[in-house]
């Protein structure tokens, strides 16, 4: 699932492991979420979006760019 939580942390200046504190989760597991490798549960989802005070869906784009194309033909 493609995110903005890179962009999000990098806007703070938080590294992968400030962010893992404050989210209460392993450094590897904000990694593997930035890097679309894990989709985060979806309690954890709604830790992420309390934390950047944003939505969801300003955070994680749950369709695949071409699914996105389809969808708008």
């Known amino acids: 699932m493609k995110n903005r939580l890179k962009v999000l942390r990098a806007e703070r200046n938080w590294t992968q492991a400030r962010l ?18 894990f989709d985060p549960s979806l309690p954890l989802a709604f830790r992420i979006a309390r934390l950047f005070e944003l939505a969801i869906e300003e955070i994680f784009e749950d369709r695949e760019p071409n699914q996105q194309r389809s969808l708008e033909r």
Do not use: F, P
Not at 20 to 37: F, H, P, W
């Open 20 to 37: 893992a504190q404050e989210l209460g989760v392993s450094r590897q597991t904000v990694n593997a979420i930035e890097t679309g490798k």
